[in-house]
């Protein structure tokens, strides 16, 4: 989390950061640090879409991901309760 603050580009502008930060491109903060800039001082409307895009997409993976792993934990708990329970009887 500190790193999404660090490198959204809402603390220090992208172009004074050093080249590290950039590696906030990757997360969905610096997507919404944007587009909260243009709903707030109307910039970078040519940004818009590429922003909500993207912040939708980190938002549909990270849920897949979750049901995805939360299948498999189900999983791991139906077959320890069925070897419980074929045991003792």
């Known amino acids: 989390m500190i790193l999404q603050i660090i490198t959204c580009d809402g603390i220090i502008h992208h172009d004074l950061q050093y080249r590290f930060f950039r590696i906030g491109r990757a997360f969905p903060m610096y ?8 709903i707030y001082f109307e910039s970078g409307k040519h940004n818009q879409t590429e922003n909500i895009l993207i912040i939708f997409v980190w938002v549909i993976v990270t849920q897949v ?6 299948y498999l934990e189900l999983n791991v708990k139906r077959a320890k309760y069925l070897k419980k329970n074929s045991i003792s009887k």
């Open 65 to 70: 991901a979750s049901y995805y792993l939360y």
């Open 31 to 38: 997507y919404a640090t944007r587009e909260i800039k243009y």
